[in-house]
């Protein structure tokens, strides 16, 4: 097995942890700021460790759960689910095992719904270009193998969504790779397949995928980042590398998903599930939950309340939080709390609401699951600084120069390293819900809508269209499997986003209210898929700064910002959450649970037997995961299995 790039940061050494053993002589104490699903995860994963006696969980808000959030509406004829955030689990060997171990082991696996890969949600994805819909080519199994062939072709030919395409994909493998000497050098999405295809590809498909996921522009977006995997195939061609893997059956994983697989706690309910785990990530493409994705913050509320261990600081605003005096101090915390009247259904017998004014609280460890600009904020509300692109003329890597313009106290490193993680997209949420089942003119999973469409056919900025209904029915995961739907009502459901990045800039006035989004998102449907019956039922939520953006040269400034941390509370600030290493559900598990675990130095790699140790491979004594961001999405390595 090859460590297939590691840069040295983030391998980094290792050092003297005198008072993490002193933490593990007589316990320890931790503190998560920020009570969304990573800092849900984290605090969960630190209850279930003997030796923390105390969790504190500070949240800015009276609600749990950050953007996870599903909403349960009675119509005629019974009720349906609305999500205003993630609504579906991607299922994914290994990546999804550490959220399916965490779902089983708070007792909400059966809870699940799954949705076949041989379903249409999961086959029939669309691109919406450039004034209809076009299936992407995907087997479908009702066909021949010849039939599929000819509809593939004849869309590859006939198309113009797959203009260049087809030249693209015969002379990827005869284009330059980068010179070795800019190996690590970074490049936007839209450079790196504009470089190995088109820019057709860019614009056309490529686009439309990241409106899918980031709600970004690609030109705006790290390609090292995002798409690391397939951009270290380029020497000898993209498309050959990823063909001979495959026929040689050669993988490259994150060793992340492992790390996060072997710390997890597994309950005796979830090892009992491992099998029916397995066949989940096997069978299905995503899964969700009967009642929404919120059943799984519910799941993990449940659990810190019964645990008794742990302090929910609800209403808080951190008013500082700043590093130890020396290396065998705790982290002082100091915070004020607004009187702590909630009006969320999951907090009416919270553990401990502050309802004073002034709190001070000394924790061993402190685990930050907030976004870089909120942690920012918090470290100094202040601190102002000008940001300029300057680019190393011997490397030609970006990097930037950061001046600080205005603070209110010292400015530490960390702080300055958190400024190039600032930015987010805002993303309008719209949910209609009409009586006529029958009003779709395709099956499947929605459309995405890319930058190429021309203005005319998307002035609302719209980003895709998703058949929620589609993706609201599969299986239950336990046998007999019989079909299960988050809706009882027969009609049909769907979920419209606009802005993202087209939005860039805007300030909240310019964004539309309720009104405006439903026309909107009424007349978008009616354009592109002939929608005009009225909907019985219709729900909006702007999700401000909800997508993180990765920019170019994310993965260096997240090495940096590691190191500030590290050194800067020496090694007792961790931090974990989506302006880091994956914006998913399934993403933000992952850094919990490390966080929680190696990032707070109470878990310790040993070389195990079997495939799930592949570290044992490699210099893993000399990994030093505590403190600063403990995931590395360089951590990769090839394997066979
Ligand atoms: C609510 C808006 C979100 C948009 N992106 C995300 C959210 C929560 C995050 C996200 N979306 C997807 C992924 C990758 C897979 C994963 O890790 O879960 C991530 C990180 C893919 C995705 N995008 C949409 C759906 C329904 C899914 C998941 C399931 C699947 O791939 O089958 C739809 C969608 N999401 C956004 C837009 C604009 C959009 C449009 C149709 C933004």
């Known amino acids: 097995m090859r460590l297939l790039c590691a840069s040295n940061g983030l391998r980094s050494r290792q050092r003297p942890l005198v008072s993490a053993i002193r933490c593990q002589q007589r316990g320890y104490t931790a503190a ?19 030796q923390c006696s105390k969790i504190t969980l500070y949240e800015k808000s009276s609600r749990l759960g950050g953007w996870l959030q599903s909403e349960t509406i009675p119509v005629d004829g019974g009720e349906v689910v609305f999500e205003y955030g993630p609504r579906t689990l991607r299922s994914a060997m290994p990546a999804s095992l ?26 029939n994805r669309y691109i919406y270009y450039p004034d209809h819909l076009v299936r992407l080519p995907s087997p479908d199994p009702s066909l021949s193998f010849i039939q599929n062939v000819q509809n593939m072709a004849k869309a590859l030919m006939d198309e113009p969504l797959f203009e260049g395409l087809v030249p693209a994909i015969l002379f990827e493998g005869t284009k330059p790779s980068r010179p070795p000497d800019l190996w690590d050098k970074d490049e936007s999405i839209a450079q790196f397949i504009t470089r190995r295809f088109n820019h057709k590809v860019a614009d056309n498909l490529v686009s439309a995928v990241m409106h899918g996921i980031y709600a970004g522009d690609i030109d705006q977006m790290s390609a090292q980042m995002i798409l690391g995997g397939i951009r270290n195939l380029e020497d000898g061609g993209v498309l050959y590398n990823l063909v001979m893997n495959s026929l040689l059956g050669k993988k490259t994983r994150s060793m992340d998903d492992f790390l996060a697989v072997n710390a997890i706690t597994k309950t005796p309910e979830s090892v009992n599930r491992t099998e029916d785990i397995f066949r989940v990530i096997k069978k299905a493409s995503t899964f969700t939950f009967k009642r929404g994705t919120q059943q799984l913050v519910e799941g993990l509320i449940d659990s810190l309340r019964a645990s008794k261990k742990v302090n929910m600081v609800l209403n808080s ?87 600080v313009q205005s603070r209110s106290k010292p400015v530490t490193e ?19 819900y009409y009586q006529n089942p029958n009003l779709l003119p395709v099956e499947g999973f929605g459309y995405l809508i890319p930058r190429s469409v021309p203005y005319e056919q998307n002035p609302e900025c719209g980003l895709g269209v998703i058949f929620a209904s589609a993706s609201s029915v599969g299986e239950s995961p336990v046998a007999p499997y019989p079909t299960v739907s988050q809706d009882s009502a027969p009609g049909t459901k769907i979920t419209i986003m606009f802005g993202g990045h087209y939005w860039d800039g ?24 002939g929608i005009t019956d009225a909907p019985t039922v219709v729900r909006t939520r702007l999700q401000e700064n909800a997508i993180p953006q990765y920019k170019p040269g994310h993965l260096n400034s997240m090495y940096q910002l590691s190191h500030a941390a590290k050194n800067d509370y020496y090694g007792r600030l961790v931090l974990a959450g989506n302006s880091f290493n994956g914006v998913g559900v399934g993403d933000c598990v992952r850094q919990g649970i490390l966080a929680a675990t190696y990032g707070v130095g109470r878990h310790a790699l040993r070389a195990g037997p079997g495939l799930w140790c592949p570290w044992k491979e490699f210099d893993f004594r000399n990994w030093d995961l505590r403190g600063g961001i403990t995931t590395a999405p360089v951590r990769l390595f090839e394997s066979k299995a």
């Open 32 to 50: 998560v700021i920020g009570a969304g699903i990573t800092g849900l995860t984290a605090a969960w994963q630190l209850a279930q460790d003997p």
């Open 98 to 123: 550490p959220l399916l171990y965490l779902v089983s082991n708070l007792g909400l696996f059966d809870e699940l719904i799954t949705t076949s890969r041989r379903s249409p949600a999961a086959l």
């Open 317 to 403: 605003n951190i008013t500082s939080m700043d590093p130890p005096d020396n290396p065998g101090h705790p982290i002082k915390v100091n915070f004020h709390t607004r009187l702590a009247v909630t009006t969320s259904e999951h907090l009416a017998d919270p553990l401990q609401i502050y309802t004073g004014t002034n709190g001070v609280q000394s924790h061993d460890h402190v685990i930050s699951a907030v976004s870089a600009p909120a942690l920012s904020n918090i470290l100094d509300p202040k601190a102002r600084f000008k940001i300029s692109e300057v680019r190393d003329p011997e490397r030609g890597r970006l990097a930037y120069d950061l001046q």
């Open 506 to 529: 805007w300030k909240k006035e310019d964004y539309p209210d309720h009104k405006t989004a439903v026309r909107m998102a009424r007349s978008m449907l009616k354009r592109h898929i």
């Open 414 to 432: 960390t702080l300055k390293r958190l400024q190039l993680h600032c930015g987010a997209t805002t993303v309008m949420v719209v949910n209609l």
